[in-house]
């Protein structure tokens, strides 16, 4: 009896230990950040991309030799980004990455269907080394595109 007694206590004290130390808060990083200018919130985060609906658009883009590269890319739209930052009233942002290239986007850009943070193109999530995202403007030529983006300022 005092056998099954001792194994009782045993397992009511590593339960316990299991519950108690199981209890402390979680810390959780986020991947990536982008500094916010011109809006109440200072910066965008992975942990605020989660939040949002995301999307899938097909670009095709002309190689140097001709032939039609078509992507697949998964992200969510600009224009969501900027209404979770509460950003309504602007003439234009400029996207800045962390190399310091910049470009600026109209609301015609913005709200085009074709613009957005990607996180993975082709089913693939865009890696470390190159920012793990990615500002896509479909509609527009590839250098108004952003990688490893860094900062949106808002212009009034």
């Not at 007694?5 to 230990?17: A, D, E, P, Q, V």
């Not at 989660?50 to 078509?70: A, P, R």
Request: proline share 3%.
């Amino acid at each position: 009896m005092s056998q099954k007694r001792g194994c009782l206590i045993l397992i009511l004290f590593l339960l316990l230990t299991t519950i108690l130390c199981s209890c402390g808060d979680v810390i959780v990083e986020p991947k990536w950040i982008i500094g916010v200018k011109g809006a109440d919130a200072a910066v965008f985060s992975s942990l605020d991309y989660v939040k949002l609906h995301e999307v899938t658009i097909t670009i095709e883009t002309e190689q140097q030799d001709g032939s039609i590269l078509e992507e697949t890319w998964e992200g969510v739209y600009i224009k969501d980004v900027l209404d979770y930052l509460g950003i309504t009233d602007y003439s234009s942002i400029t996207l800045a990455s962390s190399d310091d290239f910049s470009v600026e986007y109209t609301p015609d850009i913005i709200n085009d269907s074709l613009t957005i943070l990607a996180t993975s193109v082709n089913g693939k999530d865009i890696k470390h080394e190159d920012g793990y995202i990615k500002i896509i403007a479909g509609n527009q030529p590839e250098k108004m595109w952003v990688e490893n983006p860094a900062k949106i300022s808002v212009n009034k």
